[in-house]
């Protein structure tokens, strides 16, 4: 009988790497249903498939999981650069992005209640502040889509960014009003082709 080959560092290091994923991947999903206060590494790593000590050795627990999920979020953010692209590119690009990845929405949502025991430790206050300039930066995008007459200034800019982002949301966060008002699943192709019609018709039309 042959000897079993040892894996090559190459191969061990990607082994690490899907491992890491399928953990993050499984953080979100639990993070998502139960929120960080709910959320249990041991949870995790059952949805992961793999040894709950893999958590501590990877990313030193809980914390530490959720503080790489909001780095990632953000370097994703950060890439997509929406000052090039047009008011109804950019509703359709957020909609993409928040209802494709409905788990993180929901963290999302679970955070904004307050569930982040660790919002005042220094990585919570780097995001909140990150979280911050992100906004006023879409602030800013949404004042000069006014003054470009892309953007109806009937209303308050800060007030359509809100709506905006309320619309986006909407699935996420009432998808029982989304699904018996629009008499379909709140993610499906159709809801959210409604959505991006009808927002981009509500603010994106100035008036002469």
């Known amino acids: 009988m042959a000897a079993r080959r040892a894996p090559r560092p190459e191969e061990r290091g990607k082994a690490a790497e899907l491992t890491r994923e399928r953990i993050l991947r499984a953080a979100v999903s639990e993070f998502g249903e139960k929120g ?13 498939g793999v040894n709950q000590q893999l958590i501590s050795y990877y990313f030193g627990g809980k ?14 953010e950060s890439a997509s650069d929406a000052s090039s692209t047009s008011f109804a590119e950019s509703v359709g690009a957020q909609l993409e992005r928040t209802l494709d990845d409905p788990e993180w929405a929901r963290l999302v949502v679970w955070q904004a209640l307050g569930d982040c025991p660790f919002a005042d430790a220094e990585e919570g206050q780097r995001y909140a502040q990150a979280q911050r300039a992100r906004m006023a930066e879409s602030l800013e995008r949404m004042r000069g889509r006014q003054e470009a007459g ?14 905006a982002y309320a619309v986006v949301f909407a699935p996420i966060t009432m998808p029982q009003f989304v699904r018996d008002i629009f008499g379909d699943e709140p993610l499906s192709p159709e809801v959210r082709r409604r959505l991006h019609g009808e927002l981009v018709r509500l603010l994106g039309q100035a008036e002469d």
Request: aromatic letters at 4%; hydrophobic letters at 45%.
């Open 150 to 163: 892309e953007v109806t200034d009937r209303v308050d800019p800060a007030f359509a960014l809100l709506v």
């Open 63 to 76: 914390q530490g999981l959720l503080e790489e999920l909001r780095r990632r979020r953000q370097a994703d």
């Open 36 to 48: 960080y206060s709910g959320a249990r590494t041991a949870g995790i790593a059952a949805r992961a």
